[in-house]
């Protein structure tokens, strides 16, 4: 399985940025995808996660504000964020999971990709 992000950037406070994941290879077995981010200096942490049937959740500091989706015709993961603040920058990275249901840990992914820069600055 190769995840490859896409979409990140340098935006204002306030602005909004897309992010995408292309899923690729042995993607059959694969139902959920997550979303999760790395601030400088700080720990890997879920930032949102979906199932193949387009059940969702999002972490409490991104709820209101980002919307996770997929495309499962094409493939692909969305998240979308709205109203960033300084504190969203880091590095986004997708995954996906060989098992079933929700999940925000980052055990609980077996497939990663490399991550794609967000910097929300003035």
């Known amino acids: 399985v190769q995840l490859v992000e896409s979409g990140g950037g340098l935006v204002q406070p306030g602005g909004s940025l897309r992010l995408s994941c292309a899923a690729s290879?042995?993607?059959?077995?694969?139902?959920?995808m997550g979303w999760f981010r790395q601030a400088p200096g700080k720990g890997r942490e879920g930032v949102g996660s979906?199932?193949?049937?387009?059940?969702?959740v999002l972490s409490p500091s991104v709820s209101g504000r980002f919307i996770i989706s997929r495309d499962n015709a094409k493939s692909i993961v969305y998240l979308q964020m709205n109203n960033l603040k300084s504190e969203d920058t880091g590095v986004y990275f997708c995954?996906?999971?060989?098992?079933?249901?929700?999940?925000?840990?980052?055990?609980?992914?077996?497939?990663w990709g490399r991550g794609t820069l967000v910097t929300v600055s003035s």
């Open positions: 995954a996906a999971r060989r098992g079933s249901g929700l999940a925000l840990a980052v055990q609980s992914y077996d497939y």
């Open positions: 290879g042995s993607i059959l077995n694969i139902d959920t």
């Open positions: 979906i199932t193949k049937s387009g059940v969702s």
